[in-house]
C-alpha cells in the first residue's frame, strides 16, 4: 500500500513538496493517508478494495481541515467501503460531487500560464517566476481561498526591510487572488512610502566613469561587446533590456538610428543615437545576430547590471545604478532647453506623467526663455510709451514699516 507513518499536524505540515505526485498511508487507521502533488496540494484521502476494484475518496485539503477531523471521517468511508457500498455514488445522488477548493500553487500557476508566460517579455515572466516561487514557498498547502488579508499583512510587514520590492509582493499577490476570482485581500493595506531615487551623474563623474569603462576593457574584466554596451546606455538613455537586444537588422543606417520591433511598452522602439553612440556601435566585432553579444553566439547578453557593478567599483561611485544613466541623459537633455515631450520621446516614455519627474531640472531654461520674452515685451511697451507720450510705468516706492506714510491734511 506504500509508506505507512502516524499522520500528524506537524508531520504534514513539513511533508516536502518536490514536484512529485505520492500517497503517504496513516499507520494508525488502515486506508486513511494524505497526497501530496506536483502543484503542491496535500490531500486527505480515503482508500480499499470495493467489489475487486480499487477505490479512493477525497475527503479534503490540509490545512482547510485538521489530521484528526479527516482521519474520523476516513473511517466513516472505510466502514462503508467495507460493507460494499461507494461514498463517491451516495454522493452523487444526494447532491452534486464538490469541486475541491482550488490551491495556492494551482492559482498560481494558472496566473503564470494564462496571462504571465503569454502575454509579458522575458524578463518580467523571470521575475514573476521568481515571486512566484517566494510567495509558493509561503503559503505551502493553502487553498487560494484560505490566502486573507492577515496573511498579505504578515507577508508585507516581513519584508519590511526592502520596501519597493515589499509593495511589489503585495502587489502580485493581489494580481494573482484577483485573477482567480478571489478579490479584496490586499484592500486598505498602506503601501510603504518609496523615496523616488534619483541619481545624477555630473560631468565629473560621467568621465569617471568612462575612465573606468576603458580599464576595465584593458584589463580583460569585461568583453569588448560589455564595454560597448555600457557607452551606448550612457550616449543614448536607453533601458538595459532594449540595447542588449539590438541586432545587426535593427539598425536604420540612412538615418542612424536603431529599431526594435517589440519594446517594454510592447510596441515598435526607435533608439535615436547620437554621432558618438553611432560610433561605438557600429565598431563592435560581429559575433552571431546581436550586436552587443553575449557569451554564447546567437543568445543575448546576460544582464549588463551585473558587469556595471565592476565598474562603478573602479569609478568610486558605488551608489550609482546602470539605470541612473537614463537618469543623467534626461537631465542633460532638459537642462540643454529641450522640452519634456522630446525627452520623453528620445527615454521611449508613453505616459507624459513618468517624464515630469525631470520639470525641476528645466527651470532653468525655463526661466531664461521667459526672461527673453520678458526683455522683448518690455522693450516694445517702452516704444510705446514714448511714441503716445504716455507716462512710463515706474517701480513703486516702498513704505517703511517702522516710517508710517505721511498724510496730508485736507
Not at 481561498?145 to 519584508?159: C, G, Y
Not at 485573477?179 to 518609496?194: L, W
Request: hydrophobic residues 40%; aromatic residues 6%.
Amino acid at each position: 500500500m506504500g509508506t505507512q507513518v502516524r499522520l500528524t499536524a506537524e508531520f504534514v505540515k513539513d511533508l516536502p513538496i518536490d514536484g512529485k505526485d505520492r500517497i503517504i498511508f496513516d499507520d494508525l487507521v488502515k486506508g486513511f493517508g494524505i497526497r501530496t502533488t506536483k502543484s503542491g496540494s496535500k490531500i486527505f484521502i480515503a482508500q480499499r478494495r470495493v467489489a475487486g476494484k480499487g477505490l479512493r475518496v477525497t475527503i479534503g485539503r490540509f490545512p482547510d481541515i485538521s489530521v484528526l477531523k479527516a482521519r474520523d471521517e476516513a473511517r466513516k468511508l472505510l466502514l462503508d467501503m467495507s460493507q460494499g457500498s461507494d461514498p463517491r455514488r451516495e454522493i452523487r445522488s444526494e447532491e452534486p460531487e464538490a469541486t475541491p477548493p482550488l490551491s495556492f500553487a494551482d492559482a498560481v500557476e494558472r496566473w503564470l500560464n494564462l496571462h504571465v508566460r503569454t502575454k509579458l517579455k522575458p524578463l518580467t515572466i523571470r521575475d514573476y517566476e521568481k515571486i512566484s516561487d517566494a510567495l509558493k514557498e509561503r503559503f505551502t498547502g493553502r487553498s487560494l481561498e484560505s490566502i486573507s488579508k492577515a496573511d498579505a499583512l504578515e507577508l508585507h510587514a516581513a519584508m519590511s526591510a526592502t520596501k519597493r520590492r515589499a509593495n511589489y509582493y503585495l502587489t502580485t499577490l493581489s494580481t494573482i487572488c484577483a485573477f482567480n476570482d478571489h478579490s479584496g485581500i490586499t484592500a486598505g493595506i498602506k503601501r510603504y512610502r518609496e523615496t523616488q531615487r534619483e541619481r545624477i551623474m555630473s560631468p565629473q563623474e560621467l568621465e569617471r566613469v568612462f575612465v573606468a569603462i576603458q580599464k576595465a576593457e584593458g584589463d580583460q574584466k569585461i568583453s569588448v561587446w560589455i564595454a560597448g554596451a555600457l557607452r551606448f546606455a550612457i550616449l543614448t538613455g536607453a533601458r538595459p533590456a532594449e540595447i542588449t537586444a539590438i541586432e545587426w537588422t535593427h539598425l536604420d543606417h540612412d538615418r542612424q538610428r536603431v529599431v526594435l520591433p517589440d519594446s517594454k511598452a510592447n510596441r515598435q522602439r526607435i533608439l535615436y543615437t547620437n554621432l558618438a553612440a553611432w560610433t561605438v556601435m557600429t565598431a563592435m566585432p560581429r559575433f552571431g545576430k546581436f550586436v552587443f553579444a553575449g557569451r554564447d553566439k546567437n543568445k543575448p547578453m546576460a544582464r549588463l547590471t551585473n558587469s556595471w557593478g565592476d565598474v562603478r567599483k573602479l569609478a568610486g561611485l558605488d551608489d550609482v545604478r546602470l539605470y541612473d544613466a537614463r537618469h543623467t541623459f534626461a537631465s542633460e537633455a532638459a537642462l540643454a532647453g529641450h522640452n519634456l515631450p522630446m525627452i520623453g520621446a528620445l527615454l521611449g516614455h508613453t505616459v507624459a506623467a513618468t517624464t515630469q519627474r525631470y520639470v525641476h531640472l528645466t527651470d532653468a531654461p525655463a526661466s531664461k526663455a521667459s526672461q527673453d520674452v520678458g526683455d522683448r515685451m518690455a522693450a516694445a511697451m517702452a516704444g510705446a510709451v514714448e511714441k503716445q507720450g504716455a507716462t512710463p510705468i515706474r517701480k513703486q516706492a516702498t513704505t517703511s514699516p517702522s516710517k508710517p506714510r505721511k498724510v496730508r491734511n485736507v
